[in-house]
Nanobody, 125 residues
Framework: QVQLVESGGGLVQAGGSLRLSCAASGRTFSSSGMGWFRQAPGKERELVTAINWSGSRTHYADSVKGRFTISRDNAKSTVYLQMNSLKPEDTAVYYC??????????????????WGQGTQVTVSS
C-alpha cells in the first residue's frame, strides 16, 4: 500500500512559480515510476510529467516543456514538480501518482496504481 500526499498548491499570478511536493509512504517508492497529472474543470485528467525510479529519465507534455521540471528524492520518498512561467491555462487540480509495478517512465493514466488527493493550482491573468 502506498499513500501519496501532495502539497504546495495555491494562487499565483501569470508568470509566477510554484513548487509542488508529493510525499509517499511505503517501501516501494524508490523502485516506482512517478507522475504528475492535472485535471481542469470539465476536462479529462492529463499527464503533465513522469519520472523513472532513479530520476535519470523524464517525460513532459508539450504544453509544459521548458517550464516545468520533475525531480525526486528517494531518500525522502518525495517527488517534486517545479512550475515556472505559469499560465492561466495551467489552472487545475494537480495529482501525484505512483506506478509501483513499473520502474520506468509511464505516460498512460492506467499505468498508475496509487493517487494522491490532489492540490489546487490557480493561475490568475
Amino acid at each position: 500500500q502506498v499513500q501519496l500526499v501532495e502539497s504546495g498548491g495555491g494562487l499565483v499570478q501569470a508568470g509566477g512559480s510554484l513548487r509542488l511536493s508529493c510525499a509517499a509512504s511505503g517501501r516501494t517508492f524508490s523502485s516506482s515510476g512517478m507522475g504528475w497529472f492535472r485535471q481542469a474543470p470539465g476536462k479529462e485528467r492529463e499527464l503533465v510529467t513522469a519520472i523513472n525510479w532513479s530520476g535519470s529519465r523524464t517525460h513532459y507534455a508539450d504544453s509544459v516543456k521548458g517550464r516545468f521540471t520533475i525531480s525526486r528524492d528517494n531518500a525522502k520518498s518525495t517527488v517534486y514538480l517545479q512550475m515556472n512561467s505559469l499560465k492561466p491555462e495551467d489552472t487545475a487540480v494537480y495529482y501525484c501518482a505512483a506506478a509501483v509495478s513499473r520502474s520506468g517512465v509511464s505516460i498512460t493514466l492506467t499505468s498508475y496504481d496509487y493517487w494522491g488527493q490532489g492540490t489546487q493550482v490557480t493561475v490568475s491573468s
